[in-house]
């Protein structure tokens, strides 16, 4: 079967062709590291670390970036505001120098890739700084200036978009009104132009170009990083559809322009986590980290079933309600996974059929959980192969179904005598001994769940 994603780009659902056979690069806009991502934030990259393990799963050799933003990306889409770092130094208290960005974004990157850890989210190949990559970043500028793309204003150097045809390919662009014509000292020659280096108001902040003291623009990071890690094109480019209207469409501008070819020929964005009906987002105040999760006794892989369970295209909302169903749902695959101690068996031919036809189908992963329970349900086939064959899906899900703290390793001879006891009083049908029996196998930290194979000890929660 061919695997199929929805591009963006081209609005519809197509095959996956890779630039190079059984290999694939992907792009994954990473976090501005100036506070902690929320679970929203974190959405992303439960995405687009399943859509790296369906193509790992198919046989393709990946390579994927995820970008640090640390300077450039301003608190305004309309090129104004601060700098978010500049922000977070504020915040937090810290010099306003380059060695504060250099402390604030340790100190985040850290927090964003033990969160990536604990939700089991496969390493990147790489996460590039902005701040590593400035010599590629001024060459892109100067190129889009040598080929007419860039202009000055008193603030910075930006791109014209009027000079470009096809502008804002990936659609959902933002009204272009009057009030985003306007920058610091100067006037856009068109609403949509775009910041690609920004001069610094702080003589402590910024680094040195033929354009003065600045940062690069939060845009051109990631076009010159892409560019130099993955070449172009490149196969796939994810992020969320918040990045669409404006960062996504500026990246594919600033690229194409200065290059002439394709940035990306798959673009693939997941829907917004939401929050009493509002998007989450920091700039509102209206987060959760997965910290708070824990905080609460959640497994932080409870919510990765959570997010599993929504198709990554659909916009979901989060409920403490809805996340203990999930844990509780989680907690029964990994109790039937403990419940099978029999090693050796076959992965299921069919039900791997149906499992890669949902997951091939544009990441189909409510369906293909759909399957992992029909198969859970299946008492014709062999429990072994039952645990093989979850264990194998289990690569693409990411649950660590194989680490499982519900499985029971040794047994006490009072706890097994107590399950023989409790199995001859139910032939005899003495219900009365069988449930007496019961409460002294639970006193013992255990309960016994009957079932058509047969009595199934579990630990108490």
């Not at 505001?81 to 604030?104: F, I």
């Not at 902040?205 to 690069?216: N, V, Y």
């Not at 639970?442 to 199934?456: I, L, Q």
Request: net charge negative; proline share 4%; glycine share 8%.
């Amino acid at each position: 079967m061919s695997m199929e994603f929805w591009n963006t780009l081209t609005k519809k659902k197509e095959t996956f062709k890779p630039i190079t056979k059984n290999q694939a690069g992907i792009y994954t806009c990473g976090p501005t590291v100036y506070d902690r991502a929320h679970i929203g934030n974190l959405r992303s990259y439960v995405f687009s670390d399943t859509l790296r393990r369906t193509l790992e799963y198919a046989g393709f050799k990946v390579k994927q970036i995820v970008n640090i933003t640390d300077i450039g990306h301003l608190t305004s889409d309309a090129d104004s505001g601060d700098d978010k770092m500049v922000k977070g130094l504020k915040r937090e208290g810290l010099p306003l120098s380059l060695a504060g960005l250099k402390q604030l974004a340790d100190k985040y990157e850290k927090l964003f890739k033990e969160d990536l850890e604990k939700l089991n989210i496969e390493t990147a190949d790489a996460f590039p700084r902005a701040t590593e990559y400035l010599p590629d970043e001024i060459a892109l500028v100067e190129e889009l200036e040598k080929k007419g793309f860039a202009y000055g204003l008193p603030d910075g150097i930006y791109f014209n978009t009027g000079k470009l045809d096809g502008y804002g390919k990936l659609g959902g662009l933002t009204p272009a009104g009057e009030g985003r014509a306007r920058v610091e000292s100067g006037e856009k020659k068109n609403p949509r132009d775009f910041v690609l280096w920004k001069l610094s108001q702080d003589e402590h902040l910024g680094f040195e170009s033929k354009w003065g003291r600045g940062f690069p623009g939060w845009h051109i990071e990631c076009s010159a990083m892409s560019r130099k890690l993955l070449g172009q094109p490149f196969d796939i480019h994810t992020g969320g559809i918040d990045h669409i209207p404006v960062h996504h469409n500026n990246e594919i501008a600033q690229s194409e322009a200065a290059y002439g070819t394709p940035l990306a020929n798959y673009w693939l964005h997941n829907e917004f986590l939401t929050l009493s009906d509002s998007k989450m987002a920091k700039s509102d105040g209206n987060i959760i980290t997965l910290g708070a999760l824990e905080e609460k006794g959640f497994s932080p892989l409870a919510y990765r079933y959570f997010l599993l369970l929504s198709h990554y295209r659909t916009q979901t909302s989060f409920s403490w309600e809805a996340l203990k169903a999930a844990e509780t749902a989680y907690r029964r695959i990994k109790e039937a996974i403990a419940d099978i101690t029999e090693s050796g068996g076959e992965i299921s031919e069919i039900y791997k059929k149906e499992f890669k036809e949902a997951i091939e189908n544009d990441l189909n992963t409510p369906e293909a959980l759909a399957v992992v329970w029909k198969l859970i349900k299946d008492e014709k086939l062999p429990p072994k192969d039952i645990r093989t064959t979850i264990l194998d899906f289990d690569r693409i899900l990411g649950l660590k179904l194989d680490l499982n703290e519900f499985a029971i390793v040794e047994i006490s001879e009072e706890v097994k005598k107590l399950i023989e006891q409790r199995e001859k009083a139910r032939e005899e049908k003495n219900w009365e001994e069988a449930d007496r029996l019961r409460r002294e196998i639970e006193k013992n930290g255990y309960f016994v769940e009957d079932s058509t194979r047969g009595p199934v000890l579990k630990m108490l929660k």
